[in-house]
């Protein structure tokens, strides 16, 4: 007999002082937090803490769990505010409610996730492959863990992933997400002038192993070479610079300057999850209170 609020299904398991907090679903597939567990479930958590796993400890015993569902439309905010990605997400009661996080308060919580130290090696079923290094195997669970004194009034929250099959890893839909939110912060961040752009772009390129966007003369050049690319910039500019002085076409000093520093490519689809990691920590380290606890 299937006990009230008991998890099935484990994503993480917190600590709060010497007690686990188990985070998942129950058999409705409804997301939740609870100290309740099935016996498949409960021989994952035993399977994981006999190897030595760590579990993330949390300031309080109360968790605000939610599934994901999909992403809303990026929110550009001017300046040096941060800019807000809407979550759509199922609760408990399975009803959808739109989550806005701040850039930097995803961003963080992202890199949090994608830390092996804190991903879920699932055990789930009851007869593991041994590939006889005596060790079973196991799958992988991401869960978005924010403690961000700005989400939700301060409550602990956790955003969970999906798997497409039950006793399958989330890891296509988490990163998924991941590639999501990093796509809409780059998009945001291109859009901006020049001068106000976080530097998310070349992170990306460089992760990427992008090249330089300097138009026809791709076909002539390699523009995947930085020096290479400001030289082209430099001879544009200074052909719009003339033409701006001699009053022949309407030429900014902002097309100028965007001309000058060619902005680099990139191709967030080729990164595999150390990618990611490295890419989202060093966007991280670029955002708006990067530094807040």
């Known amino acids: 007999m299937v006990k009230q609020n008991e998890i099935v299904r484990l994503s993480l398991v917190a600590k709060y002082g010497r007690s686990p907090i188990f985070i998942g679903w129950d058999d409705s597939d409804r997301p939740l937090a609870s100290s309740n567990l099935s016996e498949e479930a409960r021989n994952d958590f035993n399977s994981a803490r006999e190897s030595g796993a760590s579990f993330p400890s949390v300031p309080s015993s109360s968790i ?11 929110i550009d905010y001017p300046g040096k505010k941060e800019d807000v ?19 930097g308060t995803l961003l963080k919580a992202m890199e949090w996730s994608l830390s092996e130290d804190n991903i879920w090696s699932s055990l789930p079923g009851t007869n593991f492959v041994d590939d006889g290094s005596g060790i079973a195997s196991t799958t992988a669970m991401y869960t978005l863990l924010f403690q961000d004194n700005r989400v939700q009034g301060g409550s602990v929250c956790a955003l ?35 001068g106000a752009r976080k530097g998310y772009i070349r992170v990306a390129a460089k992760a990427s192993k992008g090249g330089y966007k300097t138009g026809l003369v791709d ?17 544009k500019a200074s052909g719009l610079k003339l033409l701006q002085t001699l009053g022949i076409a309407e030429v900014s000093d902002e097309l100028i300057k965007e001309v000058q520093d060619p902005l680099p490519t990139y191709n967030v689809e080729s990164l595999d999850v150390i990618g990611l990691r ?16």
Do not use: H, W
């Open 278 to 293: 490295e890419l989202v920590s060093a966007m991280k380290d670029l955002a708006p209170y990067r530094n807040r606890s």
């Open 160 to 194: 969970l992933f999906k798997p497409l099959m039950s006793t399958t890893s989330n890891e296509g839909t988490f990163l998924r997400f991941v590639k999501g939110v990093i796509k809409q912060l780059l998009v945001i961040d291109e859009s901006q002038p020049p």
């Open 64 to 74: 605000l769990c939610y599934d994901f569902s999909s992403l809303g439309k990026g």
């Open 219 to 235: 076909l002539l050049f390699d523009t995947a070479d930085e020096q290479t690319a400001k030289a082209l910039g430099n001879a």
């Open 85 to 103: 990605i809407p979550v759509i997400v199922r609760d408990e009661n399975k009803s959808s409610v739109t989550l806005n996080f701040g850039e």
